[in-house]
């Protein structure tokens, strides 16, 4: 199981790469751009204000451009079918990015629900959208709707292929479910569709080390760490993997993610039973207390490991 998931989301960026109809108002783009750029700032409150903006402005277009010539039959120029056409009742597909960007807005403000509801609204506009399927996936998985959520990572490639981040999404899934093989394979063809995407070589390393393929692991957090050096998770599971072959590796590490996250517990056991392992009681009980601290819920788990790491040191004297 991984020990830290990390779900990719997609936000479609400033309208120059966003396909654009010739029936979608200027003032819509204008707010869709002033969004994109404040979600980028980290300004989400002001990022869902100006897609709020572009999805009312967009929603109701001038009718003096929309004809029955320019409006391609069948799918309104869009949907994937006559029937998905028929459920539709707004005909810009720009609508539905901008829907997709204001649920992810919210996503990260915590807004779960809100998420899923702008993510539905999307798809309902243009169910042909993978995007929207794969972000509404990843906020299904994140109120624990499994099912769901591989439903719509399921759909989003069967409507592209190459959307690297279904493929880690669902691996994250996978593995999760015990599902081993699969989830490497999809970790597999996320990296060879985007060989700079951190999270894959992130998982794909904790998949690998916990197969006791350590040496391979260990590549994989390198990696992991060259393209995202401020993730702690990625130097705590590179230190697990060096834990059975240099301690000093594996102690620079999690001071490493320790210095990045001073609440991530797991770094403060494994830290702990790599200093009892060396003999240092004193410094051990110093990182297993804060450990306790933080996760209450875990005594029992470290318990066992101290009495393991006892057991294997008394071994080697």
């Known amino acids: 199981m991984l020990k830290r998931i990390l779900l990719s989301l997609v936000i479609f960026p400033l309208c120059g790469y966003v396909l654009v109809q010739a029936q979608t108002p200027s003032l819509a783009i204008d707010h869709y751009e002033h969004g994109a750029k404040r979600f980028q700032t980290g300004d989400l409150d002001g990022a869902i204000e100006e897609f709020t903006k572009a999805i009312s402005i967009s929603s109701h277009p001038d009718s003096s451009q929309l004809t029955r010539s320019n409006v391609p039959p069948g799918a309104n120029g869009f949907a994937a079918s006559d029937s998905e056409a028929r459920e539709i009742t707004l005909i810009d597909p720009f609508t539905a990015?901008?829907?997709?960007?204001?649920?992810?807005a919210r996503y990260k403000k915590g807004d779960i629900d809100g998420a899923i509801r702008d993510y539905e609204l999307a798809i309902q506009v243009n169910p042909g959208l993978a995007e929207a399927h794969l972000n509404r996936g990843t906020a299904?998985?994140?109120?624990?709707?499994?099912?769901?959520?591989?439903?719509d990572w399921n759909r989003a490639l069967r409507i592209e292929p190459r959307l690297y981040e279904a493929y880690n999404n669902r691996g994250v899934l996978r593995a999760n479910q015990s599902d081993i093989d699969g989830a490497l394979a999809d970790f597999n063809q996320a990296i060879a569709l985007n060989p700079r995407l951190a999270e894959a070589y992130y998982h794909r390393g904790w998949l690998r080390r916990d197969k006791g393929n350590l040496e391979e692991a260990i590549l994989d957090f390198n990696r992991a760490i060259e393209l995202n050096p401020d993730v702690a998770w990625a130097y705590h599971g590179r230190g697990t993997a060096w834990?059975?072959?240099?301690?000093?590796?594996?102690?620079?590490?999690?001071?490493?993610?320790?210095?990045?996250?001073?609440?991530?517990?797991?770094?403060y056991m494994n830290r702990g039973l790599v200093l009892l392992l060396q003999g240092n009681e004193k410094e051990a009980e110093e990182d297993f207390a804060?450990?306790?601290?933080?996760?209450?819920?875990?005594?029992?788990?470290?318990?066992?490991?101290?009495k393991l790491a006892r057991e294997l040191r008394g071994e080697k004297h």
């Open 290 to 306: 804060r450990f306790r601290t933080l996760r209450p819920d875990m005594k029992g788990d470290l318990d066992r490991s101290i």
């Open 97 to 104: 990015k901008a829907y997709t960007n204001r649920g992810t």
């Open 140 to 151: 299904r998985y994140a109120k624990g709707d499994r099912d769901g959520a591989l439903a």
């Open 243 to 267: 834990m059975s072959i240099d301690f000093k590796r594996a102690m620079a590490d999690f001071n490493r993610a320790l210095e990045l996250d001073p609440n991530l517990p797991n770094a």
